[in-house]
């Protein structure tokens, strides 16, 4: 399936929020290129990305293989510990109920997203892990980040779905 976004190239001089959630996008980019869902996400600690991952769910037959939690075991092991407490997830779109559960165990530092999803996001959406009344681990959270490139990626991903699936249906 043809893709029509093109990577993102920001600038190494100024990294915020966007140059690292251009990272995160280039992943989703990368899963639309092989007929996932496109969603990426990226790990940083201290200014440096450890961890790229993109949904594979598909491929893999495996309904745990989100970017996120790719993303969160890749970061575990490159640091040596399971506590990513120095780390913040960048993430296209944001995280479900899985995900957002593996972000709180994981002890993130913080969460950043682009698109929000008021349907199965749990940080903030639908509701918020990132807040648990009893928890003494709660982290940052931050939406809308490159929001208007994110949303205008998955839309397109499933309008094209929705299109092929209408022309098979057609013939
Ligand atoms: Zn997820």
Not at 19 to 30: F, T
Request: net charge positive; with cysteine; glycine share 6%.
């Amino acid at each position: 399936m043809l893709n029509i976004f093109e990577k993102r190239f920001p600038s190494e001089l100024n990294r915020n929020d966007e140059y690292y959630m251009s990272h995160a996008y280039n992943q989703a980019l990368i899963a639309w290129e092989k007929d996932e869902v496109p969603i990426g996400a990226v790990v940083v600690q201290a200014g440096q990305i450890i961890a790229s991952a993109h949904n594979q769910t598909r491929r893999t037959l495996d309904p745990t293989a989100h970017a996120e939690i790719l993303a969160i075991s890749q970061a575990a092991k490159y640091i040596g510990d399971w506590r990513l407490n120095e780390c913040k997830l960048y993430v296209t779109k944001e995280p479900c109920p899985m995900c957002s559960g593996a972000l709180v165990v994981s002890r993130i530092q913080g969460v950043y997203f682009g698109l929000n999803d008021p349907k199965m996001g749990c940080l903030g959406g639908a509701i918020d892990l990132s807040n648990l009344p009893s928890s003494n681990h709660k982290f940052k959270v931050k939406g809308g980040i490159l929001k208007k490139e994110t949303h205008a990626l998955l839309n397109a991903f499933f309008e094209k779905k929705r299109a092929e699936k209408k022309e098979k249906e057609a013939h």
